[in-house]
């Protein structure tokens, strides 16, 4: 066989076993899980149906509402507040980190490496690690979401001074301008529109985390809604869950609108 | 020139002496390139080149792909740091320079990129500002604080190269021809004794890249600005270049006037293959 025909059939082999792989891999952990897709798909009118009957708010969950939109209002506060202060903290790792503007390898290195275990640390784990050292209250909750979106970001916008400002910050240094200069007047105008798009999706993100870290950590929006759940008033908790769609949509709108404006 | 300057006033006995025109002579060589070698880890880049620039003259380094002239290029103003040589500009060796030595040393040295390396989002006259980078302190830097003096420069050099209505435009509005003049003028406000190009017109089409060429010659004409332009066209290189400098995997291996440039010493520079391509 010549030699691009036995590339050809490594290469088809080569993805039969990875297919073959995966079915493996779904076979057993549905046999593990006792979960069935076909099942799964069998439930999905009996729950549409219950749905609709039991999650639409009645005036009991209605009058609920204000306290709702209280602890709504704290959980998107929180996330836009832990989102910006990652967002600053972020900007400077990512400065140090970044190929184009580390002040040198070692360092670089470094807060790739730190940057890098927060991101990869799920968010929830975070919840639970700062539950075991605060206790339950919203710093817990700020600390968790910080600590993950500081991970994001920072990788987030390396690649953004990467990619957005390297051949600038090349021409700064060749007419002699100094290191404050360079992240001045080439770094920080070229990339920050798409920073502050990063840190627009961040905010989106942290405002659906914030409520699933609510529930662990007892605070916000999250925590009211367990409370219902828990007592049993499906209702309220309905509504927690209506009031939250909507402001996920609105808040998106919102950074869309926003995006379209600095990009 | 000096000579009539010399007989119209008195001037001490040692200026006139022999020994005084001497280091005159040695002082006309603006650049100077000794044993430079450069060594990307183990890719050899640059092996024992020698040369030396005068003040105003227009060279061009031309070579294949990879015989670096790109890295020598960039060993002159430091954005890639030398194995072994030395590069002396106006008297200071470049390669011992560092910190502020450094900035107020690239400064003087202008450069022009075959991708303009402009931040594309700011305005024409704020990229040119920048050449001022290398003379502010930190502070009037990180502010973006010109002097009146230094705006009116910068408008000076933006009609010198033809972009008096564009001073206000986003850069990247421009087409590559105009942001490639926009680099020229970065280059010039600089107040820079040497341009250095890297393919300037690479990435242009002929008639835009004619303009370029054009006003690199205007600048080293009229101001007396030495240019070291790289080019991948010889006969570019042949139309506008006083003297070529030709690389081959690192090796100086041509160093005369054009008209030196017959079909075997292209031979010589690109190697056998690529005469019969670039000659005809
Ligand atoms: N950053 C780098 N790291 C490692 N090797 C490099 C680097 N830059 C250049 N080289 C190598 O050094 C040699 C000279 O490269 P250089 O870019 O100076 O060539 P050039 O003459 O400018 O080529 P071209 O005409 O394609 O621009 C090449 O072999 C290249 O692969
Ligand atoms: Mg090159």
């Known amino acids: ?263 | 020139m000096i000579v009539p300057i010399l007989t119209n006033i008195s001037v001490p006995k040692a200026w006139a002496s022999a020994d005084y025109f001497n280091q005159e002579v040695i002082e006309m060589a603006q650049l100077e390139v000794k044993n430079l070698t450069k060594y990307y880890k183990d890719v050899l880049a640059l092996t024992e080149v020698n040369f030396t620039v005068g003040k105003g003259e227009f060279v061009s380094i031309i070579g294949p792909s990879g015989s670096g002239k790109t890295t020598l290029i960039r060993c002159i103003n430091r954005l890639v740091d030398a194995t072994d040589g030395s590069i002396h500009y106006e008297g200071t060796d470049l390669l011992t320079l560092k910190g502020s030595p450094l900035r107020h040393a690239r400064a003087k040295i202008g450069m022009i990129f075959q991708h303009y390396n402009l931040v594309t989002r700011l305005t024409v006259i704020e990229n040119v500002l920048h050449g001022r980078l290398g003379y502010k302190s930190n502070i009037a830097g990180v502010l973006g604080i010109y002097s009146e003096h230094e705006k009116e420069k910068a408008i000076e050099v933006l009609s010198l190269v033809g972009l008096e209505k564009y001073v206000y435009r986003r850069c990247d509005q421009l087409s590559g021809g105009q942001m490639q003049r926009v680099g020229i003028a970065r280059a010039l406000v600089q107040d820079p004794a040497i341009i250095l190009c890297d393919e300037p017109i690479s990435s242009l089409d002929p008639s835009s890249a004619k303009i370029i060429m054009d006003y690199l010659r205007k600048i080293q004409n009229e101001l007396g600005i030495t240019i070291i332009v790289n080019l991948h066209q010889v006969d570019v290189a042949k139309k506008y270049a006083e003297r070529i400098l030709g690389f081959n995997s690192g090796r100086l291996v041509f160093d005369a006037s054009p008209s030196d440039l017959t079909t075997d010493t292209i031979h010589h520079i690109y190697g056998a293959e690529a005469g019969e391509l670039i000659i005809n």
């Not at chain 1, 402001?247 to 950074?255: A, M, P």
């Open chain 1, 1 to 263: 066989m010549p030699a691009v025909g036995r590339y050809f059939c490594r290469q088809k082999l080569k993805f039969t076993l990875i297919f073959l792989g995966l079915v493996l891999i779904y076979w057993t952990a549905s046999r593990i899980t006792e979960f069935n897709l076909i099942d799964g798909f069998r439930a999905a009118p009996r729950v549409i149906t219950w749905f609709f009957t039991n999650l639409i708010p009645d005036t009991k969950a209605w009058e609920r509402f204000p306290r709702i939109l209280d602890k709504l209002i704290e959980t998107i506060f929180m996330s836009v507040m832990a989102t910006v202060t990652a967002a600053v903290v972020s900007f400077v790792f990512a400065v140090m980190g970044s190929r184009t503007t580390r002040i040198n390898t070692a360092i670089g290195g470094i807060s790739r490496v730190v940057a890098s275990i927060n991101r990869n640390i799920p968010i929830a784990v975070w919840a639970m690690v700062f539950l075991l050292a605060f206790g339950q209250s919203g710093f817990t909750g700020f600390l968790a979401l910080f600590f993950y979106t500081f991970g994001f970001l920072t990788r987030a916008f390396i690649e953004t001074i990467d990619e957005a400002s390297s051949s600038s910050v090349e021409a700064l240094r060749a007419v002699g301008a100094s290191y404050p200069h360079i992240i001045t007047q080439a770094v920080v105008p070229s990339s920050l529109p798409q920073m502050i798009s990063w840190i627009l999706y961040m905010i989106e993100t942290n405002i659906r985390s914030a409520t699933l870290v609510g529930l662990l950590t007892g605070s916000g929006i999250g925590f009211m809604f367990s409370i219902y759940y828990k007592s049993l008033q499906y209702k309220s908790a309905a509504l927690v869950i209506l009031s939250l769609v909507a402001v996920v949509l609105t808040i998106e709108l919102i950074s869309n609108v926003l995006r379209r404006l600095i990009l």
